[in-house]
């Protein structure tokens, strides 16, 4: 795709005006020569005059996060387009998407065995109980939520002169593959240059994602110490257990810097349980810390979409031909309620897709809802939950 740049106080964002959220990108598509291009996540518009430099923009595309695309080049007088997120291979004279590339993780009947030992073999550390604690989980929930801590007991490594957790990694990988023989096709997973096999994170809490048979198909991590903004505050909280990070080799062809290593991707996650849980309604929230609490305390299908703006995977057919949405109509769903966070009040983005979800919804012939609250007790939905707080829904 090329390289990216945030923007900041010194480079302003052309298209909003903005410091922050924002970036320009700078191609290596062949069907932008020389051009830099713009990523705006706050305006969508098919053309803006700046209010920085009072240039004109003109929309390119929606890229899949929901930030759109800009240049400052009239299409008109562009090249013709060559598909956005292809890189260009001279061995193979082709054209391959980057979001094709690399190892294909094993089934989600596998990775459910794989990730529950893997799972089993890790901790809840004294120190992420706590947090919880603090965020008014009970000791049920803490319990049945199956979060773990990757925070690993460290040795000092007297060849690289620093404490490292590698040797307990390789002990734990060990005893997955004892069991399950190989680790190529599972995201998170890779092997050092001496083949040994150990897997990708910095410490943090993992939070299991389920798919819509109850597989612990992909895990998530919260970082212990996410990166910081301009302003100080916290950014890029929550990472994809992934082992994959592309870069071209001297061939200038596409390849993942870990070996064997496997792409996890953003999934949705489905909280059921049938034995105890409402079929009937679906609540759909963003973020899997906020879906496992309100399935525990609301007792319904609950969703987690990985951003507000990946609604579209709702409707995606898997290989049997089905979406997330055939299947709740098969579970006998009905009624579907959206609950993005309270923020929504002030911030376009999510309000632009909650509207979009809604739509989505309603053209599947769901009884839709939106669900409000004060935001005084809390941004999300688990905030308000853990309060004994529950929102109010309105049709929509």
């Given at each position: 795709m090329?390289?990216?740049?945030?923007?900041?106080?010194?480079?302003?964002?052309?298209?909003?005006?903005?410091?922050?959220?924002?970036?320009?990108?700078?191609?290596?598509?062949p069907?932008y020569?020389?051009?830099?291009?713009?990523?705006?996540r706050?305006?969508?518009?098919?053309?803006?005059q700046?209010?920085?430099?009072?240039?004109t923009?003109?929309?390119?595309?929606?890229?899949?996060?929901?930030s759109c695309?800009?240049?400052?080049i009239?299409?008109?007088?562009?090249?013709?387009?060559?598909?956005?997120?292809?890189?260009?291979?001279?061995?193979?004279?082709?054209?391959?998407?980057?979001?094709?590339?690399?190892?294909?993780?094993?089934?989600?009947?596998?990775?459910?065995?794989i990730?529950?030992?893997?799972?089993?073999?890790l901790?809840?550390s004294k120190?992420?109980?706590?947090?919880?604690?603090?965020?008014?989980?009970?000791?049920k929930?803490?319990?049945?939520?199956?979060?773990?801590?990757?925070?690993?007991?460290?040795?000092?490594?007297t060849?690289?002169?620093?404490y490292?957790?590698?040797?307990e990694?390789?002990?734990?990988?060990?005893?997955?593959l004892?069991?399950?023989?190989?680790?190529?096709?599972?995201?998170?997973f890779?092997?050092?240059p001496?083949?040994?096999?150990?897997?990708?994170?910095?410490?943090?809490m993992?939070?299991?994602?389920?798919?819509i048979?109850g597989?612990?198909?992909?895990?998530?991590?919260?970082?212990?110490?996410?990166?910081?903004?301009d302003?100080?505050?916290?950014?890029?909280?929550?990472?994809?257990?992934s082992?994959?990070?592309?870069?071209?080799?001297?061939?200038n062809i596409?390849?993942?810097?870990y070996?064997?290593g496997?792409r996890?991707?953003?999934?949705?996650?489905?909280?059921?349980?049938?034995?105890?849980?409402?079929?009937?309604?679906?609540?759909?929230?963003?973020?899997?810390?906020?879906?496992?609490?309100?399935?525990?305390?609301?007792?319904?299908?609950v969703?987690?979409?990985?951003?507000?703006?990946?609604?579209?995977?709702?409707?995606?057919?898997?290989?049997s031909?089905?979406?997330i949405?055939?299947?709740?109509?098969?579970l006998?769903?009905?009624?579907?309620?959206?609950?993005?966070d309270?923020d929504k009040?002030?911030?376009?983005?999510?309000?632009?897709?909650?509207?979009?979800?809604?739509?989505?919804?309603?053209?599947?012939?769901?009884h839709?809802y939106?669900?409000?609250?004060?935001?005084g007790?809390?941004?999300?939905?688990?905030?308000?939950l853990?309060l004994?707080?529950?929102?109010?829904?309105f049709?929509?």
């Amino acid at each position: 795709m090329g390289t990216f740049r945030n923007v900041s106080k010194a480079e302003l964002c052309p298209i909003c005006g903005k410091p922050d959220w924002c970036s320009i990108l700078i191609p290596d598509n062949p069907a932008y020569p020389g051009q830099l291009l713009y990523v705006c996540r706050r305006i969508q518009s098919p053309e803006i005059q700046s209010p920085v430099n009072s240039k004109t923009y003109y929309y390119i595309k929606e890229l899949p996060d929901g930030s759109c695309l800009y240049t400052d080049i009239e299409k008109k007088s562009r090249e013709a387009e060559k598909p956005f997120g292809y890189t260009y291979h001279p061995m193979q004279k082709t054209h391959t998407p980057l979001d094709d590339y690399g190892t294909a993780p094993l089934p989600s009947t596998d990775l459910n065995l794989i990730y529950t030992d893997f799972m089993n073999l890790l901790k809840l550390s004294k120190k992420h109980y706590a947090k919880l604690k603090s965020d008014g989980w009970p000791d049920k929930l803490i319990k049945d939520s199956f979060i773990r801590s990757l925070s690993l007991s460290k040795k000092y490594d007297t060849e690289k002169g620093f404490y490292s957790d590698q040797e307990e990694r390789h002990r734990i990988c060990q005893l997955l593959l004892k069991k399950h023989q190989t680790l190529i096709g599972v995201p998170g997973f890779y092997q050092q240059p001496d083949l040994q096999w150990t897997f990708a994170g910095q410490p943090g809490m993992m939070i299991p994602i389920y798919d819509i048979d109850g597989m612990l198909y992909r895990i998530r991590l919260r970082l212990d110490r996410p990166g910081k903004d301009d302003k100080g505050k916290e950014k890029d909280k929550y990472k994809n257990f992934s082992s994959f990070y592309p870069a071209k080799d001297s061939n200038n062809i596409l390849t993942n810097e870990y070996l064997n290593g496997c792409r996890a991707g953003s999934h949705i996650g489905f909280y059921f349980h049938p034995s105890t849980d409402d079929p009937g309604v679906c609540y759909i929230t963003e973020g899997e810390k906020k879906a496992i609490v309100a399935n525990y305390f609301l007792r319904c299908i609950v969703i987690s979409l990985p951003g507000v703006n990946s609604h579209a995977k709702l409707g995606k057919k898997d290989k049997s031909g089905k979406s997330i949405l055939d299947f709740l109509k098969i579970l006998g769903c009905k009624k579907a309620i959206v609950a993005y966070d309270a923020d929504k009040n002030i911030n376009e983005h999510v309000l632009r897709h909650e509207q979009k979800l809604v739509a989505l919804l309603k053209n599947d012939s769901f009884h839709t809802y939106v669900s409000s609250w004060n935001p005084g007790f809390g941004k999300g939905l688990d905030d308000i939950l853990v309060l004994g707080v529950r929102p109010q829904v309105f049709p929509v």
